[in-house]
T-cell receptor
Framework: GNSVTQMEGPVTLSEEAFLTINCTYTATGYPSLFWYVQYPGEGLQLLLKATKADDKGSNKGFEATYRKETTSFHLEKGSVQVSDSAVYFCALYSGTYKYIFGTGTRLKVLA | DGGITQSPKYLFRKEGQNVTLSCEQNLNHDAMYWYRQDPGQGLRLIYYSQIVNDFQKGDIAEGYSVSREKKESFPLTVTSAQKNPTAFYLC?????????????FGPGTRLLVL
């Protein structure tokens, strides 16, 4: 069946460091891929998305490229800020109204 | 502003009691979802609804019930049969159309057992 695997956290970085959070997936066909962010005590917010191979989603300095050959959708940011501290979820949608979420990766950015 | 509202923010349940979590959206979305989130874990699907008067069980439906009488509303009832209900509950809706299906989430309800 479909699945999403994320790197385990927490990931702890200093401000202005480079961020990578790995995400790989297993799915039939051509799923849509998403990154969501969750701040403490809140719901999930869409961060970025991609619908087909080689698409790059980007938002607020974050980027992720849909790599079908490696079944990956890694999240990157060139310079993190303290305000980026949150939990990040990778997710896929492959049809039939159901989404598959990864277990989430907690990011802590230290000033 | 369009969005999804959930109420209450915190809910306390006594043993043997049924409680209902509210979810309302004004985004004109067809599909709505309920997820459960436990500490340090991902989201698990409880129920989803593609259209009014229709809903489907997700991966962990036991001990929960839903209704979808209006497009805007998708309330979740946590019944006394749910033995471990303490969790953060998230409601979501998705945009019409096949290509993308972005999900939009409400702020969540935290359920605690007294």
């Amino acid at each position: 069946g479909n699945s999403v695997t994320q790197m385990e956290g927490p990931v702890t970085l200093s401000e202005e460091a480079f961020l990578t959070i790995n995400c790989t997936y297993t799915a039939t066909g051509y799923p849509s891929l998403f990154w969501y962010v969750q701040y403490p005590g809140e719901g999930l917010q869409l961060l970025l998305k991609a619908t087909k191979a080689d698409d790059k989603g980007s938002n607020k300095g974050f980027e992720a490229t849909y790599r079908k050959e490696t079944t990956s959708f890694h999240l990157e940011k060139g310079s993190v800020q303290v305000s980026d501290s949150a939990v990040y979820f990778c997710a896929l949608y492959s049809g039939t109204y159901k989404y598959i979420f990864g277990t989430g990766t907690r990011l802590k950015v230290l000033a | 502003d369009g969005g999804i509202t959930q109420s209450p923010k915190y809910l306390f349940r006594k043993e043997g009691q049924n409680v209902t979590l509210s979810c309302e959206q004004n985004l004109n979305h067809d599909a709505m979802y309920w997820y459960r989130q436990d500490p340090g874990q991902g989201l698990r699907l409880i129920y989803y609804s593609q259209i009014v008067n229709d809903f489907q069980k997700g991966d962990i439906a036991e001990g929960y019930s839903v209704s979808r009488e209006k497009k805007e509303s998708f309330p979740l009832t946590v019944t006394s049969a749910q033995k471990n209900p303490t969790a953060f509950y998230l409601c979501a809706s998705s945009i019409p159309g096949r290509a993308l299906r972005t999900q939009y989430f409400g702020p969540g309800t935290r359920l605690l057992v007294l």
